[in-house]
């Protein structure tokens, strides 16, 4: 692209009045949908700190509690497989303002559910919404940003995601401590309905000039089931989605669900302690993010960063087991962890580049389907390993770990689930056996990443001179 025609598109077309790419307005079309992501990863990762309770209320055992929570993913992953082909067939503006208030509606739904069967449709209601957040904050970024900016846009989209991580753990866990869990969950579903408000007010329809860059006929041809048979039928993608499931899985299962409860057994931690230091994991991701993007970008290499990220996360995970650690050794690991896997924002401009152009939001949404699917087996997966390893020893075991709370003293919520309860009953070993797999399977991505082609930040599908133009 010539510096005339990136001048072109900074202005508004004289002939139809559209906004053009590379203005000011570009950040504030792309700002309010990755606001929606920080939103929606909040709403993800807020029953982490809420577990105990949960379970206490609904008399649920850690396996039945967990696939509860994870009805979010069971019902996330596969939605991404229709969001991006809804994307690129439809745009935006009316996609991101309705899921943000389906994501409302959901946490309004939570907030006063009463049965396990409630409280697991409406964290299915919130995963749909969720669904459209990033893949939308991302899909923005490739209408209103240049191509050469795609790894540094997809890296700030998920720093700011990370925000939301960052205040669904140790700040949600003092609002808890202060309002009541489902206060404070109730508040989140008015904020979810006035973001979609916002968006539909602020995002402009999909402009003609993107349109024109992929050919007619090519449009005419995105079908969903076409689109997905050939994403998926790229054996890349398999490759590419299995080491972004890998590297992102401290976030996806630890952050989001075990991190809090593990850090307590593993190293005798009440939750306040807890949860601020599972959020280091995030704020190695928000400093990371960008800074990652911004040098995948500039060396227009992707391969070495993600063998950053597999290496730097699997060491990391690997100690994390070891019981009784130092907090301060703990905060220490878990923001290098942060910092290694952050590389996973990468993967989304590594899928659009060994895809056709026409496939953009597909790509990315078939790549993060492949990432929560895996999270959401070993979320549940982690949850039935606890009920195999406590139902050895119940009800003979006299051996009791404190239950998880959100409350500093940790006193009011274990002294309302009994020592004979799987929760209290929990030990050391019993988590080092269920997150074992995560390291395990950080080997596996890491030999992966070498099967992985290199794009040097180009599509490597379409020439690279139509690719300027996208």
Sequence with gaps: MTKTTQHHHALP???????????????????????????EFFVRVTPNVILPQISKELSLDPGTVGSAMSTYLWVYAPAQLVVGWLFDRFGTK????????????????????????????ARGFIGF???????????VATVWFPPARLALIAGMTTSVGMIGEVVGQYPMARLAEAFDWRTVVLWSGYIGGGLGVLM??????????????????????????????????????????????VIYLPLSV????????????????????ASLAISMLAIGWLIGCPIVGMLSDKFKRRRPFLLLGCLGGGVTMLILLIPGLSYELLIG????????????????????EVNARRFRATSV????????????????????????????????????????????????????????????????ADFQWALAMIP????????????IRETRAVNIVDPPASDQDN
Excluded at 129 to 139: H, W
Excluded at 333 to 352: D, E, V, W, Y
Excluded at 445 to 451: K, Q, R, S, V
Aim: aromatic letters at 14%; glycine letters at 8%; a neutral charge.
């Design 13 to 39: 077309n004289p002939r139809t009045g559209e906004l053009q790419r590379g203005g000011w307005y570009s950040w504030i079309f792309w700002g309010i949908v990755a606001v929606f992501y920080l939103y």
């Design 94 to 121: 009316f996609l991101v303002s309705s899921a943000a208030v389906i994501c409302g509606i959901g946490c309004v739904l939570f907030a006063i559910a009463h049965t396990l069967g409630m409280a697991a449709a």
């Design 129 to 139: 919404g969720s669904a459209f957040a990033f893949v939308g904050a991302v899909y």
């Design 200 to 245: 539909f007010l602020v995002i402009p329809r999909r402009p003609s000039w993107f349109s024109a860059t992929v050919a007619r006929h090519e449009t005419d041809d995105i079908g969903l089931w076409h689109g997905i048979a050939k994403v998926l039928g790229n054996p890349q993608m398999w490759m590419i989605g299995f080491v972004s499931a």
């Design 254 to 273: 630890l952050a989001a669900l075990w991190g809090t409860s593990s850090l307590e057994v593993l190293n005798g931690l009440d939750a306040t302690k």
């Design 333 to 352: 690991l878990l923001f290098i962890s942060g910092l290694a896997t952050s590389s996973q924002a990468t993967t989304f401009a590594l899928a659009m």
């Design 365 to 428: 949404a078939i790549c993060n389907f492949l990432v929560m699917l895996i999270a959401a087996f070993l979320q549940v997966g982690i949850g039935w390993i606890l009920n195999w390893r406590a139902g050895n020893r119940l009800p003979s075991s006299t051996s009791v770990v404190k239950a998880p709370s959100t409350h500093p003293e940790a006193s009011h919520v274990a002294q309302g689930i009994h020592e004979s309860s799987t929760f209290a009953s929990l030990t050391p």
């Design 440 to 451: 395990i399977l950080f080997v596996v991505a890491t030999i992966l990443c070498f099967f």
